[in-house]
């Protein structure tokens, strides 16, 4: 393609967001030449943009190969997908609910109050993506960001050699094939102690994952922590959430990994002002996950069930599972 071609590319045409796009046509910018030469902060005070939002536009309209959006047919998504083994969750329950597991290229939110298992299910699948595939695995590589010191290594052993038993037991796997010590080796623990950590641990992630390309899940413990805990200011939250939401679906699909995301619960009003619990992070981020699984528990008969309350494929449904020793 030719640069005159390139440089008289309408701004409108780039995916940038529209209260962006309103403020750069005012400025005058209505193409890529009148942008792509500028500096970022050039771009930011001429088009009173933030500075981050200017250099996201640049990024933009300098890719070489972000100029179009890319198009697949449907038959090479049902490839993907069909060649695309889903993470399994130990819990048959929970897998039959998900039709096979945790899918990979998708974002999928677990849900549920304090103490219902959302942390050891994601301690549970940072082990068993790691399974050997003759024993149903993905041979694959975790990352687990964690923004409420959950993570918790002697329970990650517990689970390890659980499952290792069971694959030894199952599936005659030699001992020396699949050990603790690997497992461990194998994930990347990321200690996020505030939002703007959290934000900057996201956007480093793709680099990340150029040095670590067998990673096939990458979870993030909870993603709701300091959203809940640290941002009073709504617009600048609902951004910041935006943002990651965004690069969250793009890593999943453009790295073909699972992503899953903790939500803690809140409290919503209905119209008789009675209260319902429902993830936190508000309607907008409910869309950003693909699958969506509410964990909730009767702690007085130590009953647990998990329900299916979104997803583009799949029937709601309800199953119930245990946390074991
Ligand atoms: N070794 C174990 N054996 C059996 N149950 C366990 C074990 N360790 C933790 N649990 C159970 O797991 C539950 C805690 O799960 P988890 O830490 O995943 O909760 P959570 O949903 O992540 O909570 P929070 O939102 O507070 O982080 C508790 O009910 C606890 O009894």
Known sequence: MSTSITNSRPICTYPIPVSIQSKLSKAGFLTTGSVVNLRPSELSSSAEISLEDAADVLDLVRKPNGLFLETKTALEILRE???????????????????????????????????????????????????????????????????????????????????????????????????????????FVFRCKEVTELLSCVMILKEFLKTHDQVKLIVIDSLAFHFRHDMENAALRSRVLHKIAAELVRIAVELKLAVVVTNQMTTKFDSKGQGHLTPALGTSWGHAPTFRIILDWDPSRNFRWATLIKSSSLPPGSAPYQVRP
């Open 81 to 187: 997908e069909q060649g695309n083994c889903p993470i399994v969750t130990m819990s048959q329950n929970i897998d039959n609910l998900l039709n096979g597991g945790v899918p990979l290229s998708k974002v999928t939110e677990i849900s549920g109050i304090a103490g219902v298992g959302k942390t050891q299910l994601c301690l549970q699948l940072c082990v068993t993506v790691q399974m050997p595939e003759e024993c149903g695995g993905l041979k694959g590589h975790a990352v687990f960001i964690d923004t409420e010191g959950s993570f918790n290594a002697s329970r990650l052993q517990d689970m390890s050699q659980a499952c290792i038993k069971h694959c030894r037991n199952s599936m005659n796997l030699a001992a020396e094939n699949w050990n603790f010590a690997s497992i461990t080796e194998n994930i």
